[in-house]
C-alpha cells in the first residue's frame, strides 16, 4: 500500500485542536461589533466562519453569535459531531433550517440581528425574511468580511504545514513526468502523494495544463498528453487541520524557444516585483498594479486575465482581493497569494504563484517550490 | 506507475460530448416555459444547470436564455474555454460579472427577466437589482428546480458508468482493509483507485466510518484505526462526463453481534422495501415514508436522521428530494438514492444506499455492490 498516510497523528491534534480561548477570543471579536454593526447579535451561515469562531468543522448549520448566547443549529445528521466539536456553544437541532433559526431567535428576543448577506441565496433570505415578524435582519457581510484575513500563529503553522506537504508531494510527483504521460495522470499521482503526506484532502481540483490548454488559467487536466516542448502549468494544493496551500508552477518539457524563456521571465519578474512590493500598510490594488504594469510594459497586459492574488487560509480564496478593484490594505498576518500570468490563446500559458505571509517591513515566502525556470 | 488512468478517451469522448441537438432541445424546453414563467428570458446562475443547458464547464459565468438570444457571461480566464465548449450561445467577456449582467440585459431591450433565485446570494441579488432600472428580475428557482430530473439515454449511461468505476475500485479497496488500516487510509486508497479506474474527481468528500464514528451520518475520516467487531460504512462516489454516482456500503469487521446483525437486516429491510416502492407516479414522500415506517415499527425511529435519498446526476444532490417534506413524485427517467440508516450515538452505525433508475412500471438498480451483510 503505497499510500501509507505519513502524518503524524499527535502533531496534528496540536496543531488542528486550536486553544479553546482561541475560540472565546473570536466570539469576543464579534460582539465587540455588535455595537458599530447597530445588531444585538450576528446569524452565520458561512461553515468557514463558524469553523472559526467555534470549532464546528460540518459542512451544514447556522450560527448565532449575540451579546448573551452563542447557538449552533444543525440538523439531526450533525448533532452528535456538533457536541464533540462545538466551543463554547449552545447545540440546538432542528428539522428544518428555517423554523429552526426562526424559533432560536424568537426565544432570544432578539430585535435586530446581522446576518451573512453573501453566505444565503436569495430565496433562503425572503423566507427568513417573512418569518421574522418584527425582527429587523440586517446585511453585515462587507463588515465582517474580513473577519478571518489576519491569522494567528496556530494558524500560520498549519498553513504552513500545508505547504509543506504540497510541495514534498509535486518533488516526488516531477520524477515521474516525461513526454507522453497525460495530464490526468500527473493530477491524479500528484493528488495522491499530497494525500500520502498527510492531507486531509486537496485545496481544488489540481489543475495540470500542458501546451494549448496552458492558454486556459482554469482548465481541468484531460487526456492530452505531455510533448516536448510543452510548457505544463500545475496549480495544486493540499489542506491540514482546514488550512489550505495553494501554489502554481510552470515547467517547461525538454526543451525551450527564446520566445517561452522570455516570457517566463516577463512572469517571474512580475511575481518577484510584487512579491517585493508586499508589506503592512501597502494597497491589494498596488500590489496588483505592481505586477500589471511590468506585464503591460512588455506588451502583454491583454494576456493577464485575472488578479494578481488573494487571500487563503480555511478557504483557499478569502479575503483580501489583490486586484484593481480591492480597496483594502495589507496587514501583518495575512497570508496571501502572488499570481500573475501570461495567457496566449492557442499557444501556451504560464503562471507563478507563491504564497506570502505580510510582515510589518516586508513578507515571508512560505516554503514551496523554487520558482526559477526549470526544464524537466 | 500504479495510477495509469484505464479509461478508454474515445468513449469518454463519445459519452461525454452530448450531441448538439441535446443542448438545443434543452434550450428549446425553457424557451416553452417562458410565457407560463411570465418573464421574456431567464438569468442562470447554477454552473450544473448552465452544462446542462449549453455544456460549458467551467466554475463561474451567468447565461441568458431568451426567445432570440442565449448569451454566456465570463470573465477572462473562461473565455478560450468558453469559445470551445459552448453549444449555440454567444460569449460575451465581462470584468465586473454584474456590470456585465446589467449591460447584457440593457441591450436585449429586456423587461421582465426570470433568475435563479437559489443560486445567487442576496448581496449580489440586491446589487443586481439596485442597477436593473426598469426591468423587473423574478425569482423562478423553484419553477425550473427541475429541470435536470428527468434524464436522458445519454446522461443514464454516463451514470452507469459512474458507478461501474466507483464499485470497481471499492472492490479492490476492500482486499487492503484489515484491522490496523486507518480510516484516512482506506479513503485514500478508495479514491485513487476510482481516479484510476477513469474517474475525472470524486463526487464528495469519501466518509469511511468505523466503531462510534460511524454513529455520525456525515463523518470526516480521521486516523482511527480499523478493530475487529467494527461497523465500517463507506459512502463514496464518483465522477464521469461530469455525472456523480453515490452509494453506501456498510460492512462488519471480523465478527458480528447479534444486535449488530439484527440492526442491519432492519436498515436492509427498509432499504428493499423503499426500492420495491419505486416507480413512475409515486410520490417521494411515500418512498421516504416506507422506509421510515419500517425503521420506526423497529423502535428506532429517532436514529434515521436523515431523509431516505435524493435525486443525483450533475449533482450529487439534486431534485427530488425523498423525504417528508418533498411534494414531488417520481418519474420515469430519474436517477435516485435509497439511504435509510440507523445511528446510535457513542456506539455505531449502519447506511445502505444504492442508487436506481425510476422506470413506468418499477425500477433498475443501478449495477453497484451487492448489499447483503458482508463480513470482511
Same mark, same amino acid.
Given at each position: ?6 502524518q ?93 433559526i ?16 453573501v ?19 440586517r446585511?453585515?457581510?462587507?463588515e465582517?468580511g +474580513? ?17 509543506e ?79 489550505? +496551500? ?12 527564446d ?27 498596488e500590489v ?59 499557444l ?29
Open positions: 500500500m503505497a499510500g501509507k498516510s505519513k503524524d497523528e499527535e502533531t496534528f491534534r496540536i496543531l488542528a485542536d486550536a486553544p479553546v480561548n482561541f475560540y472565546s477570543g473570536r466570539i469576543s471579536c464579534i460582539r465587540s461589533k455588535l455595537v458599530d454593526l447597530e445588531v444585538e447579535a450576528v446569524l452565520f451561515f458561512d461553515m468557514k466562519n463558524i469553523r472559526y469562531l467555534i470549532g464546528f468543522s460540518g459542512s451544514d448549520g447556522v450560527l448565532l453569535v449575540g451579546e448573551s448566547r452563542v447557538v449552533l443549529m444543525v440538523d439531526g445528521r450533525y448533532v452528535t459531531q456538533a457536541k464533540g466539536e462545538a466551543r463554547g456553544a449552545e447545540i440546538f437541532e432542528y428539522s428544518d433550517k428555517i423554523d429552526g426562526v424559533e432560536v431567535m424568537t426565544d432570544s428576543g432578539l430585535q435586530t440581528v446581522g446576518f451573512e448577506s453566505a444565503i441565496n436569495f430565496d433562503h433570505c425572503l423566507s427568513l425574511k417573512n418569518r421574522l415578524d418584527g425582527l429587523e435582519l446585511p453585515v457581510s462587507k465582517i +474580513s473577519l478571518r484575513a489576519i491569522k494567528d500563529q496556530n494558524e500560520i503553522e498549519l498553513i504552513k504545514k500545508a505547504v506537504i504540497s510541495s514534498q508531494a509535486l518533488i516526488s510527483t516531477l520524477e515521474l513526468v516525461r513526454p507522453g504521460m497525460s495530464e490526468r495522470d500527473i493530477a491524479l499521482e500528484l493528488e495522491y502523494r499530497m494525500r500520502g503526506e498527510g492531507a486531509e484532502k486537496v485545496s481544488f481540483e489540481t489543475i495540470v495544463a500542458s501546451g494549448r490548454n496552458a492558454a486556459l488559467p482554469h482548465a481541468t487536466p484531460g487526456f492530452r498528453k505531455i510533448e516536448l516542448g510543452d510548457f505544463v502549468v500545475i496549480d495544486y494544493g493540499a489542506v491540514y487541520g482546514g488550512y489550505h +496551500s495553494d501554489e502554481t508552477c510552470t515547467f517547461v518539457v525538454g526543451n525551450i524557444t520566445r517561452q524563456r522570455e516570457v517566463y521571465g516577463i512572469v517571474k519578474d512580475a511575481h518577484d516585483r510584487a512579491v517585493d512590493s508586499v508589506r503592512a500598510g501597502v494597497a491589494c490594488e496588483d498594479r505592481i505586477a500589471r504594469n511590468h506585464i503591460e510594459s512588455a506588451g502583454l497586459g491583454k494576456y493577464f486575465s485575472h488578479g494578481t492574488g488573494h487571500g487563503v487560509g480555511l478557504d483557499v480564496h478569502e479575503a483580501p482581493r489583490i486586484s484593481a478593484e480591492s480597496d483594502s490594505y495589507l496587514e501583518a498576518g495575512m497570508v496571501i497569494t502572488i499570481e500573475p500570468g501570461i495567457y496566449i490563446p492557442d501556451w500559458g504560464v503562471r507563478i504563484e507563491s504564497m506570502v505571509l505580510v510582515e510589518e517591513n516586508g513578507c515571508e515566502i512560505l516554503a514551496g517550490m523554487p520558482k526559477d525556470l526549470r526544464i524537466l
